[in-house]
């Protein structure tokens, strides 16, 4: 098993930036790849990125395409997320995933989850 810890949400203006911070611990965290998820009050959880363990390939959803980038550093066990020009529609509790396997967009499809970080836009 792996049990995964979000970190570095907060309260933001609109147009600023956050870098949220997801480490794990348990088995070896190299080899599973990472997906960030956020849900928004009243929604269901969306799909906002990805990093896979062997070939570092990221994707992103549309919405955040541009603004946001994943990154990893395996020797600190931990999958980054920068978010830059943030607005209000990225008002969320941001969670990270893993999957030794899937490296997709589905969040059916991961085995592990941390608890969530809020994060605020204001604008």
């Known amino acids: 098993q792996v049990q995964l810890v979000e970190s570095g949400g907060g309260l933001v203006q609109a147009g600023g930036s956050l870098r949220l911070s997801c480490t794990a611990s348990g088995r070896t965290f190299s080899i599973y790849n990472i997906g960030w998820f956020r849900q928004a009050p009243g929604k269901a959880r969306e799909f906002v990125a990805v990093?896979?363990?062997?070939?570092?390939?990221?994707g992103y959803a549309d919405s955040v395409k541009g603004r946001f980038t994943i990154s990893r550093d395996n020797a600190k066990n931990t999958v980054y997320l920068q978010m830059n020009s943030l607005g209000p529609e990225d008002t969320a509790v941001y969670y990270c995933?893993?999957?030794?396997?899937?490296?997709?967009?589905?969040?059916?499809?991961?085995?592990?989850w941390g608890q969530g970080t809020q994060v605020t836009v204001s604008s």
């Open positions: 995933a893993a999957d030794q396997r899937y490296s997709g967009s589905s969040s059916y499809e991961y085995d592990y």
């Open positions: 990093i896979s363990w062997i070939t570092r390939n990221t």
